[in-house]
T-cell receptor
Framework: DGGITQSPKYLFRKEGQNVTLSCEQNLNHDAMYWYRQDPGQGLRLIYYSQIVNDFQKGDIAEGYSVSREKKESFPLTVTSAQKNPTAFYLC????????????FGPGTRLLVL | KNEVEQSPQNLTAQEGEFITINCSYSVGISALHWLQQHPGGGIVSLFMLSSGKKKHGRLIATINIQEKHSSLHITASHPRDSAVYICAVGSYNNNDMRFGAGTRLTVKP
């Protein structure tokens, strides 16, 4: 089945540790996105990529890094510089041509110990 | 003030009731999206609209571009409709989407 997968579903991080969240899509979508969701707030854009080997910062990129080495994959690294990383992280993708909607993955909940 | 405001924040209804969730936005847009987020966290796109009205099953979405306002209606609500409903607005390329904080709907049997 076509779709977006994120792993793991739950992730625990120790203080000062980098962690990487996986996002894979087999929809042949060009663009991929990472969002952060906090209670009572709307989703906020961390990074997005419209093409392999290129990505752009969103509204809250500080403390995060991404790579786009393959069209299907857009991993997000939460670095130790991100002081408040506990949140729900959602990956999305879409076709660039036309006004297509974004398709979302199931999300990863990150908790700092 | 947020660029996308939803009301109400929380909504509890009895099964069978007609439900309305409202969304107001303050930026120029090319499309408005209604999304559904279930307790597990995954998000599903319900509607994308730029004018008028769309209907899918028991769900109806309307938009008034002049008033910068959209509504999501659920007819004959059911407990399985319980979820968070999110309004989002985007520019033509949808790279710069702005999201409302969501409306948590609980439908009781």
């Amino acid at each position: 089945d076509g779709g977006i997968t994120q792993s793991p579903k739950y992730l625990f991080r120790k203080e000062g540790q980098n962690v990487t969240l996986s996002c894979e899509q087999n929809l042949n979508h060009d663009a991929m996105y990472w969002y952060r969701q906090d209670p009572g707030q709307g989703l906020r854009l961390i990074y997005y990529s419209q093409i392999v080997n290129d990505f752009q910062k969103g509204d809250i990129a500080e403390g995060y890094s991404v790579s786009r080495e393959k069209k299907e994959s857009f991993p997000l690294t939460v670095t130790s510089a991100q002081k408040n990383p506990t949140a729900f992280y959602l990956c999305a993708s879409r076709r660039i041509s036309g006004a297509e909607t974004q398709y979302f993955g199931p999300g990863t909940r990150l908790l700092v110990l | 003030k947020n660029e996308v405001e939803q009301s109400p924040q929380n909504l509890t209804a009895q099964e069978g009731e007609f439900i309305t969730i409202n969304c107001s936005y303050s930026v120029g847009i090319s499309a408005l999206h209604w999304l559904q987020q279930h307790p597990g966290g995954g998000i599903v796109s319900l509607f994308m609209l730029s004018s008028g009205k769309k209907k899918h099953g028991r769900l109806i979405a309307t938009i008034n571009i002049q008033e910068k306002h959209s509504s999501l209606h659920i007819t004959a609500s059911h407990p399985r409709d319980s979820a968070v409903y999110i309004c989002a607005v985007g520019s033509y390329n949808n790279n710069d989407m702005r999201f409302g904080a969501g409306t948590r709907l609980t439908v009781k049997p």
